[in-house]
């Protein structure tokens, strides 16, 4: 009872919010104003995450407090420091470089309550990380992570919707593992957002900002982290090890791909990784004539088919999995750079 609760009442305070938030960002003239890269021609309120947030954190606190430990304190004041750059961003603008430098402060705290990675389960071969290769790699992932999600949130609903899938598909398998606490803050994400989507719908009467993307993009790190530690270490037997990683990474695969395609391709180009373009996944869409529902729609169905292959090719290692959703994606962002763009 717990988790639908937890589940509606973070949607219901998120629904009540936004509205009042909105109210506020034109109050403050808080807009977002469309540039050369924009998917939309016209100012819209910004600070939509502050309700997730809210709705979020308020219905764990509300639903998850009798699963509280110390750890997760660290979580909170982790979430805070994201929460407040984020908020900074969207009000006034972070460079670049101090977003990784507080990312990497975030992925500190985390390390300390060892949020981190401690095995590849035979990915690349790799079992047992050496501590100061998993405290490097772990910190490469959160921020990585962080700024995936961040990236993916460029058109209306994509960023909710993928956020809707991959929160409710993780916190099942919590409710499997009887870990409650994430069961609940699975499900409270996933309310909070569902409650959000109704305003940024198109035409988006408001939208994320980096108060919410970002912790977004931390919240769902450590959910998967939590994953794979949960699965291999108190209940091994329930999802093969050696596929622990690929369907870790199915539920947040279409941000991860997207974002390591175009930071790999802006390096080759002599860019900086974080410079400013249209070569997203949302944005060659939008070129081909798509509409930001239909984008949305694809975008968010590819994600569930590759929650689903990873979960089901039981026959497949991690590696083998990877690969094949990797040639898919790669597959689909072929068809996408050939076609012509509609003017």
Not at 28 to 35: G, I, K, M, S
Not at 239 to 260: G, T
């Amino acid at each position: 009872m717990n988790i639908f609760l937890s589940f509606l009442i973070a949607f219901i305070l998120s629904y009540l919010l936004v509205p009042l938030i909105i109210k506020v960002a034109i109050k403050n003239e808080l807009y977002d104003v469309p540039n050369a890269r924009s998917s939309h021609s016209t100012i819209v309120p910004l600070f939509g995450g502050v309700a997730v947030v809210i709705a979020s954190c308020g219905s764990l606190l509300l639903f998850g407090s009798s699963y509280l430990v110390v750890d997760h304190l660290w979580l909170i004041l982790a979430l805070l420091i994201i929460f407040g750059v984020g908020l900074r961003d969207d009000y006034m603008g972070v460079s670049p470089r101090n977003k990784i430098v507080f990312q990497l402060i975030v992925a500190s705290v985390l390390l300390v309550i060892d949020y981190r990675l401690t095995n590849l389960f035979g990915l690349f071969g790799i079992y047992s990380l050496h501590p100061l290769i998993s405290y490097t790699l772990s910190a490469l992932v959160i921020i990585f992570f962080i700024n995936a999600y961040n990236l993916i949130d460029g058109i209306n609903s994509l960023l909710g919707g993928l956020t809707v899938v991959a929160t409710l598909s993780l916190g099942y398998w919590f409710y499997v593992a009887e870990d409650h606490f994430f069961t609940v803050c699975s499900f409270s994400i996933a309310g909070a957002t569902a409650g959000f989507l109704k305003y940024n719908i198109t035409p988006a009467k408001i939208y994320m900002g980096d108060s919410g993307s970002m912790v977004i993009g931390f919240f769902m790190v450590v959910l998967t982290l939590r994953f794979i530690d949960i699965y291999t270490t108190s209940f091994p037997d329930i999802l093969l090890s050696d596929r622990i990683i690929a369907i870790a990474l199915s539920f947040s695969f279409l941000p991860i791909f997207d974002a390591f395609r175009v930071f790999i391709i802006r390096i080759v180009n002599k860019k900086n990784p974080f410079h400013s373009d249209r070569l997203h996944f949302h944005h060659l869409l939008l070129d081909n004539g798509y509409s930001h529902s239909k984008a949305t729609l694809i975008l968010v169905s590819g994600n569930i088919l590759m929650i689903f292959f990873a979960l089901w090719c039981e026959s497949l290692s991690s590696l083998s999995t990877l690969i094949v959703m990797t040639l898919a994606a790669s597959f689909f962002t072929s068809m996408l750079t050939r076609l012509k763009p509609k003017q």
